[in-house]
């Protein structure tokens, strides 16, 4: 709880400092979809990378909220929080080992992300009018992300246990881990105050553990083993010596990723240096031209 208080309260210490400025900054609120990509789910002999080996069943939610600060016309710095949840299922895999493997696993993921926006398309009037009421901008991001997870497994997947503690393949991995998270999106601005946007963010870890899966059985099929549960499975005996201990319990040649795709709702503070009015001031001036232009007729 320390550890999230830590994270709410630098977070919106940096809204406050940068809203501070005045210079061409929006803040708002996110909601969205999580999936993710380990040792669960999907078929281990055909491993597809990205989306490609994710169970959509699987989807769960995320929320959270950002802050961002536009340095020129084309880069921006976002900094976001986002409260998210993954999780997966042997039971939903075509490959018979996993399903005799037999585990299940949800994680909670609490990160802060600093990243850096790239804009590569914009429209200024969108409609064509000449009233500038709503312009468009497409981006791609790349950045750094700080995450706490804490996986937790289940027998029936109705009541949860901490992974973690137990050590469940004799590795004592931190639940405080980094990320490079990388993605593109789009926003609306309406009335240079009212932001819509949208964005997909893959994040790209360095740790196996987020399903706690990672190389080799630490403990043997025991009913009462929540590491090893093959022996609850009606598999034949041949089959189940396949998870005695040492042997393959997950892919440690590939870490972990999760992606989150989010809507977003944000408000522009208007500026006052030269850069906002370069960005903006255009509009209300071809506003007054147009104006202009008319009262001679």
Request: positive net charge.
């Amino acid at each position: 709880m320390n550890n999230t208080r830590l994270v709410l309260t630098t977070f919106f210490s940096l809204i406050l400092l940068l809203g501070s400025s005045q210079y061409n900054f929006d803040y708002g609120i996110k909601l969205g979809a999580t999936n993710y990509l380990g040792d669960i789910g999907g078929q281990e002999k055909t491993r597809r990378d990205f989306i490609m080996d994710m169970k959509l069943s699987q989807t769960r939610w995320v929320v959270g909220g950002y802050a961002r600060y536009k340095f020129t016309p084309s880069i921006a710095g976002n900094l976001s929080v986002n409260y998210g949840k993954i999780q997966g299922d042997d039971a939903l895999s075509s490959n018979k080992g996993r399903n005799t493997r037999n585990l299940r696993f949800k994680n909670n993921i609490l990160e802060i992300s600093a990243k850096a926006e790239y804009y590569i398309f914009e429209a200024n009037d969108i409609g064509g009018k000449g009233r500038y009421l709503l312009d468009l901008k497409t981006f791609a991001h790349l950045g750094i992300t700080g995450f706490n997870h804490n996986p937790k497994g289940s027998f029936d997947g109705s009541s949860w246990t901490p992974l973690q503690p137990l050590q469940t393949e004799g590795v004592n991995y931190s639940k405080w881990q980094i990320g490079v998270p990388a993605g593109v999106g789009l926003f609306f601005t309406y009335k240079n105050k009212h932001r819509i946007g949208w964005d997909i963010t893959w994040t790209i870890t360095f740790t196996d553990y987020l399903d706690d899966i990672s190389t080799v059985f630490y403990q043997g099929p025991l009913d009462g083993n929540i590491g090893n549960q093959s022996g609850l499975t009606n598999a034949d005996e041949q089959l189940l010596t396949n998870f005695d201990v040492g042997q393959k319990r997950g892919d440690p040649m590939h870490k972990d990723n999760y992606m989150f795709t989010t809507f977003s709702y944000g408000y522009l503070i208007r500026g006052k240096n030269s850069f906002y009015r370069s960005s903006y001031n255009f509009k209300r001036a071809k506003k007054d031209k147009e104006r202009k232009v008319r009262a001679k007729f």
